[in-house]
């Protein structure tokens, strides 16, 4: 079977940008957060990087491939706010999504 991390990535991929909190990934897997939360730490992980690594994975290939604006890219891996997805992309990557763009251009 496939492992619980992996599901809940593919979950995560197909909900975003929308509610990707613990407990909604945990009812789409028909089970309650906090047996979500432990089964997770049983595999080594979290809901949080479980997340994050997929809005990273994601957010990376859509400013490599779509051309699309770092605000929409920010919206498409669930950013309420451009400025959250700014500070956070600088502290995932290093740089900003304008600096992890042309880099990747060049």
């Given at each position: 079977?496939?492992?619980?991390?992996?599901?809940?990535?593919?979950?995560?991929?197909?909900?975003?940008p929308?509610?990707?909190?613990?407990?909604?990934?945990?009812?789409?897997?028909?089970?309650?957060?906090?047996?979500l939360?432990?089964?997770?730490?049983?595999?080594?992980?979290?809901?949080?990087?479980?997340?994050?690594?997929?809005?990273?994975?994601?957010?990376?290939?859509?400013?490599?491939e779509?051309?699309?604006?770092?605000?929409?890219?920010s919206?498409?891996?669930?950013?309420?706010?451009?400025?959250?997805f700014?500070?956070?992309?600088?502290?995932?990557?290093?740089?900003?999504?304008?600096?992890?763009?042309?880099?990747?251009?060049?």
């Open positions: 079977p496939l492992a619980l991390t992996e599901r809940v990535r593919g979950l995560v991929l197909d909900t975003l929308d509610d990707v909190g613990l407990e909604s990934i945990a009812r789409r897997l028909r089970m309650s957060g906090r047996t939360r432990r089964r997770l730490e049983a595999e080594g992980t979290t809901h949080s990087e479980v997340v994050d690594g997929v809005r990273i994975s994601l957010a990376r290939k859509l400013l490599r779509e051309g699309l604006s770092p605000d929409e890219v919206y498409r891996v669930g950013f309420a706010q451009s400025t959250g700014h500070r956070a992309f600088k502290r995932w990557t290093g740089r900003t999504p304008a600096e992890y763009r042309r880099r990747t251009e060049e």
